[in-house]
């Protein structure tokens, strides 16, 4: 294929070299990132997830992600980069969110957040993913429906792997199989 660049000898071998670093990039697996802004990128997923997903996951994907902008905006980021946000960020948000809600929906939200940034390094708009360094909140598993996990035993071995809760309400005593064997959760509530 050939494409003009000016009359100069100088332009054209300096077009050549350009080209050859690009083939260069794209057999070595470097490719070139796009680097959309956050607000934008979210448009372009809450696409992808209205044909991909229920309306209901939908609907919660694009609340937890309203709550995320929202908070950037008070943040006084008028339109960061996907490359921008950062794990502290993003801890951050964490830590506000949970002074207003519980821990399992502050874990959602950042699931959602995770799923945004998986897409974008698939779709090529980032490199890394900064949610994937913030830590979860744990011993929430059961927290939608007013439990909480204070106690997990196997049968025949009493030692207690999580630490019991303080001033149980009430107890139930679950059984499941975990590992191919069978456990006992306490749940306290």
């Not at 070595?28 to 991909?52: A, C, H, S, V």
């Not at 946000?85 to 830590?95: D, V, W």
């Amino acid at each position: 294929m050939r494409k003009s660049v000016g009359k100069s000898k100088k332009l054209a071998v300096l077009a050549q070299k350009e080209v050859e670093v690009q083939l260069a990039k794209k057999k070595l697996g470097w490719e070139e990132i796009r680097n959309p802004t956050f607000y934008d990128f979210q448009e372009e997923y809450l696409q992808y997830l209205k044909g991909n997903t229920r309306p209901t996951t939908y609907v919660r994907y694009r609340k937890a992600l309203q709550r995320f902008t929202d908070f950037l905006a008070g943040y006084g980021t008028a339109s960061p980069k996907l490359s921008q946000i950062s794990f502290q960020l993003i801890e951050e948000y964490k830590q506000e969110r949970s002074k207003a809600v519980k821990p399992s929906t502050v874990n959602i939200e950042l699931k959602v957040l995770r799923a945004l940034y998986n897409f974008a390094i698939q779709c090529k708009c980032a490199r890394e993913n900064p949610v994937s360094k913030v830590d979860f909140f744990r011993g929430v598993l059961f927290s939608s429906y007013g439990w909480t996990v204070s106690a997990v035993s196997a049968p025949g071995n009493e030692s207690t792997i999580l630490r019991p809760a303080t001033g149980p309400i009430l107890s139930n005593i679950v059984t499941g199989p975990i590992l191919g064997g069978r456990v006992m959760v306490k749940l306290t509530g």
